[in-house]
């Protein structure tokens, strides 16, 4: 069975240094993962999707995520926060009926 | 851009009333998606649906639930009766042939008292 684990549950980052948000996947098969942020009020965006066509995987906003085999991760990365990325992000692996299996988030708060 | 919509935004109800939750799924799409997600937990899978039927339900998608697509734009949640359990954010989200992509809306929150 497909699950995702968010290793960290809150994560605080100022405004202008990195944002790493972890994701570690588990799946009998080439999964497809997902990356989705919820800001206050409002629904789940999509931010980025792998589907094995790249390793490497560029989304909205500025974010990445390098989806990595070995470790069976699939981090989110943003070289720069913005006061704007605070929000719940989620990381989500889709099975083979296309239903989506959630990770329990990662609520991202930006310094000024 | 098209978006997935759900309404009401939120909605407060007596334990033992049926409720009807509804969404407008983006035009072209075929695969319909009922998510929830209790306070404080994470985001589950409910039910999906494909040519006016289900495809896949959930073990928390009981007899007290179903779902309905009663016209060529609306998708449906019916609880029967309500539980105090049943509280919670409800997302739909809809998807297109060939992806596994799917879009969501904004989330109906459930509050049963």
């Known amino acids: 069975a497909q699950s995702v684990t968010q290793l960290d549950s809150h994560v605080s980052v100022s405004e202008g240094t990195p944002v790493l948000l972890r994701c570690n996947y588990s799946s009998s098969y080439s999964p497809s993962l997902f990356w989705y942020v919820q800001h206050p009020n409002k629904g789940l965006q999509l931010l980025l999707k792998y589907t094995s066509a790249a390793t490497l995987v560029k989304g909205i906003n500025g974010f990445e995520a390098e989806f990595k085999k070995s470790e069976t991760s699939f981090h989110l990365t943003k070289p720069s926060a913005h006061m704007s990325d605070a929000a719940e992000y989620f990381c989500?692996?889709?099975?083979?009926?296309?239903?989506?299996?959630f990770g329990t988030g990662t609520r991202l708060k930006v310094l000024a | 851009e098209p978006e997935v919509t759900q309404t009401p935004s939120h909605q407060v109800t007596q334990m033992g009333q049926e409720v009807i939750l509804r969404c407008v799924p983006i035009?072209?799409?075929?695969?319909f998606y009922w998510y929830r997600q209790i306070l404080g937990q994470k985001v589950e899978f409910l039910v999906s649906?494909?040519?006016?039927?289900?495809?896949?339900k959930s073990e928390i998608f009981d007899d007290q639930f179903s779902v309905e697509r009663p016209d060529g734009s609306n998708f449906t949640l019916k609880i029967r009766s309500t539980k105090l359990e049943d509280s919670a954010m409800y997302f739909c989200a809809s998807g297109g042939v060939f992806t596994d992509t799917q879009y969501f809306g904004p989330g109906t929150r459930l509050t049963v008292l």
């Open positions: 989500v692996v889709s099975d083979r009926t296309y239903k989506y299996i």
């Open positions: 035009s072209n799409h075929l695969y």
């Open positions: 649906f494909y040519n006016n039927e289900i495809s896949e």
